[in-house]
């Protein structure tokens, strides 16, 4: 299939053996893992690119799960998830950076809760938290603000891209033989009376054998079109800031809080594009699509990071953004497979499903196998996709002399602040999956996201983005 057919016109398939719902980093995971067997698989997204939903706005931070509630779903998966994504990392170049993070206490209740969160990591299978003083803590982070009691070192938190890992499962799923069906909302669901369920969507009916729902904010609506009310979603709103990158120096690794019964709390993170954040807030919102920010989130972290980090305030903020988790009333994943109606649904993937989802593809592919599909993988695989770097840490196009010497369109800047190249804006344009729009490309080249926010490259980005559109 090509570009144009991923997103418009009438679907190119009438029937896939399984249809997934959902090209967010989970629903483009499942979608990978099924086409690695002898299936006709479809991924299906409502909107016009892969990683659209809260995929593409999150912390970015690839869990070891050593916080997780254990015994959870969601504890087994976050840290098969991390091992499963750090090694598949490697082997396609998505950007990632084991930083470190040190959990820090600043009350005497907080102190006094480090060795249980010590025992909890334990029973969540992770064993390399240490207890620290408070000492070691300034040693770690000296820019922290005074008053730190004590902290709880945990060593394999990282830091990744969470736009590259979306688009190289997506990729692969592509090269695999997937349909990648973008623009293509799911309105209402049939019986095909053969044991097939019959999607409608807004570019025409789809036959499955099949169906995984991995909607998101939108897996309970989804779950309803099949009959069932087993939870409801209830957006919770995260916003954050992104400092300019003269931050990074004071920020080498992630400074987290204790934890709470309303989730991870406010966090100071590096970025794997040289920056630093803050937040998320966690604000209980009605509307699925309202991804704005606010001026009393904003007054929230300011707070937070005077506290925290005073010296972080004193750096300019390029950018604030907000994305809304899937929360649900239950607290933890809600993976419900209904054999008879050949039908999954992944629901509830609130603040880990970065860090989680190849593992829920492969908890998927055991769920679905139980219960009759046939999964007979292929005989031969084309090799995994070799995606382009935007992370800070590894070397970028404008820095390889070799490559602008067989290239020299990897030595002409576009986005002088993030110094994206001509070379890679080209590349993006002709890549599988190409970008539908501008946001679209700077998730996959950094253009844009630098501190004049495209002031100064915008209309050369955008004419670049028409141009090869057009072709
Ligand atoms: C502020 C914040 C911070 C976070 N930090 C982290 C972190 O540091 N580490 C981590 O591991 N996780 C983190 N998460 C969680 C992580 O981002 C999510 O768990 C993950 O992105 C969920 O992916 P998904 O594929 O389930 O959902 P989504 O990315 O929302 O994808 C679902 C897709 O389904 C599509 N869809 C919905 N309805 C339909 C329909 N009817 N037809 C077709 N398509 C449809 C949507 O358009 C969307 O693209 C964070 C989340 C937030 C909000």
Redesign the pocket.
Known sequence: MNARQMRYGPLPVERVDVAV???????AAVARALAGHELSVAL????CDV?????K?????L?TGFDATPGTLESRLVRRGCELLAEYAGATGIPVERTGAVLVAWTDEELAALPGLAAKAVKNGYERCEIIGAEEVYRQVPALAPGALGGLTVPDESIICPWTTTLAFATEALSRGAYVLLN???EGVESGGDGDTVLRTGRGTLRAGWVVN?????SD??DGLFGHRRFTVTPRR?E?FVFDKQARPMVNRIVLPVPSSRGKGVLVSPTIYGNVMLG?TAEDRDDRTDTSTSEHGFDFLLEKGRKLMPALLDEEVTASYA????ATEHGDYQVHLDAGQRYLVLGG????????AMALAEHTLGLLGDAGLRLDAKATLPDPPRMPNIGEAFPRPYQRADLIAEDPAYGTAVCFCERVTEGEIRDALASPIPPADVDGLRRRTRALMGRCQGFFCGAEVEKRLRAGESQ
């Open positions: 719902i959902g090209g967010g980093v989970v629903g299906v997204e409502a909107r990683g659209d939903g809260t995929s706005a999150n912390t970015a931070i869990h293509t909302r799911v991995a909607a998101g904010l939108g609506v989804i995260g954050l998320p994305g809304l988790r899937a993937i609130r603040s880990t499903g970065l860090t989680s």
